[in-house]
């Protein structure tokens, strides 16, 4: 047995904080929270792992990033999404052909994840195989869980990042053949966007998610001129959703990033289908795609999780994610004069955590038969705590802390940091 004490801070619903000043998580030796207590039993004899006055938090769930544009964070911010795509991220994505180099990058991200407080993730590789594998273990050996995808695209005009047909086929089988080892990391089908697949290769992935029971990552109306582009290119259809919806990769927990300028038919149809809206805030402002409609998605009773989506995010902080998901929700508050309520910082917390959570099969907060997932957050830093209510502080840390105030990290019930 093992106790983990500190001030403990959870959210097991949107909006709802529960807060358990010294309080104490007891786990099983695998990691397996047992309960949550007021205090430490008496006469426990198992570890203690104290955390004194530090704030105890669940950890944060990445659900759309590229691993692959990791190096360049920061970069091509004046540019929008395709004339940006092709400039910075199919160049960089090439790269990921050498496996040593795949190798070099992603060990540094799984590590960087880590000491950002995350330890579940959906991620998209690149269309290179080896270098997908890859990425799995890193992320399997740095003890983080989730899904990793392999890119489809078999249209990439003007530019040498590209497959053909037969080749993404044969490729995805290899790859998925290949996954049996891993027992966290798990593959999920990751057709780049419409654009870059052709409607033979959707149907294609269409039919492989049926047979194999596979989920399914893509992108959803990011940006205006992209969204007038699939509508170009498959004849028939009046909305992006259709473009995926047609093949069936568009259905229960399919994980759809961005859904910027979804109007209410595409919105009706993500929540009839059971589809994650994937809220990627920092990458929607970088790259000026636009304001996502986050609170009329969750009072239509869309699921809604977080995102970084570096490279379009500037960073691997959930914690900066979940700020920026605050931000623009009180620009739309703005926008709207007052009258669409913005997010609280209790709702963007279970956003990048429980709604993450929820989707990969697990209760949010310190539940009871879950294996451990959370963060210690040392805040003494910034100016202090003394006469801060714990419930202050919590606040004061989604809009100041960043990784330097994360000491410790717990994922899958082992301790990670």
Known sequence: MRAIRGNIIEAKSLGKLDILPNGCIITNDDGTTVETLPAL???????????????????????????????NLGMGYDLQLLDWLAAYTF??????????????VYKRLARELVDN????????????????????????NAGITGFVGKVNMDTNPNCRLVETTEESKRETLR??????????????????????CSME????????????????????????????????????????????????????HTLMAHCVYC??????????????????????????????PVRKMLDMGIHVVLGSDIAGGTSLS?????????????????????????????EAYYLATGAGAEYFGSKSGFAKGEKL???????????GTDKLSVRDRFGRCFYMCDDRQIKAVYGNGKRLK
Not at 48 to 54: R, S
Not at 91 to 104: H, N, S, V
């Open 91 to 104: 160049p960089i994505e090439l790269r990921f052909a050498d496996t040593e180099y795949a190798r070099k």
């Open 373 to 383: 997932h959370a963060i210690i957050v040392d805040d003494t830093a910034l100016f």
């Open 117 to 140: 407080g995350t330890t579940r993730v959906s991620m998209f590789s690149s269309l290179h195989v080896d270098s997908t594998l890859i990425l799995m273990e890193e992320l399997e």
């Open 41 to 71: 039993p008496l006469g426990f004899a198992g570890e203690i792992d104290d955390y004194k006055d530090a704030l105890v938090m669940q950890s944060f769930c990445d659900m759309h990033s590229h691993a692959p544009q990791y190096p």
């Open 263 to 292: 109007d209410d038919e595409e919105l009706e149809a993500i929540r009839r289908n059971n589809v994650y809206a994937v809220h990627c805030a920092d990458s929607n402002i970088s790259i000026v795609s636009g304001l996502s």
């Open 175 to 196: 790859w998925l053949d290949s996954c049996g080892d891993f027992k966290n990391i798990r593959p999920m089908l990751t057709p780049r966007f419409t654009p870059s």
């Open 318 to 346: 959930m914690i900066r994610a979940a700020r920026n998901a605050i931000y623009t929700s009180k620009v739309i508050n703005v926008q709207s004069e007052y009258t669409t309520p913005f997010l609280t910082v209790a």
């Open 201 to 252: 290769l959707l149907e294609w992935l269409g039919k492989l998610a049926r047979e194999r029971g596979l989920y399914v990552q893509s992108h959803l109306s990011e940006n205006r001129v992209e969204q007038a582009l699939v509508l170009s290119l498959q004849p028939g259809i009046t909305h992006y959703y259709q473009s995926y919806d047609r093949f069936g990769l568009f259905g229960d």
